[in-house]
Nanobody, 119 residues
Framework: QVQLVESGGGLVQAGGSLRLSCSASGRTFTNYFMGWFRQAPGKEREFVSSISRTGRTTSYADSVQGRFTSSRDNAQNTVSLQMNSLKPEDTAVYYC????????????WGQGTQVTVSS
């Protein structure tokens, strides 16, 4: 089992920045690819970003490319999502997730943190 706890959400004006953090515990953190997903009201959950086990490789949804940056600190068992130039359409609950390197699925999820961007 892997336990994930997100923090850092909040209310911000359009154009502002927020930094989300996710703390992991329970298993060897470097065994897991980490991802960020979000779900806006009335919409399905969508992929935002992922980061490889070493942190050297990241990927982003087109909608956030160039504005969001994922990073991880394997010594601290944390992953972060730096969100800049926020837009009202970024408003959602953001979830941290973990995928075992032997699996194709994200099996572990945090409880989510609310991000609200006002116009």
């Amino acid at each position: 089992q892997v336990q994930l706890v997100e923090s850092g959400g909040g209310l911000v004006q359009a154009g502002g920045s927020l930094r989300l953090s996710c703390s992991a515990s329970g298993r060897t953190f470097t065994n897991y690819f980490m991802g960020w997903f979000r779900q806006a009201p009335g919409k399905e959950r969508e992929f935002v970003s992922s980061i490889s086990r070493t942190g050297r490789t990241t990927s982003y949804a087109d909608s956030v490319q160039g504005r969001f940056t994922s990073s991880r600190d394997n010594a601290q068992n944390t992953v972060s999502l730096q969100m800049n130039s926020l837009k009202p359409e970024d408003t959602a609950v953001y979830y941290c997730a973990a995928r075992d390197f032997l699996s194709n699925d994200y099996s572990y999820w945090g409880q989510g943190t609310q991000v609200t961007v006002s116009s």
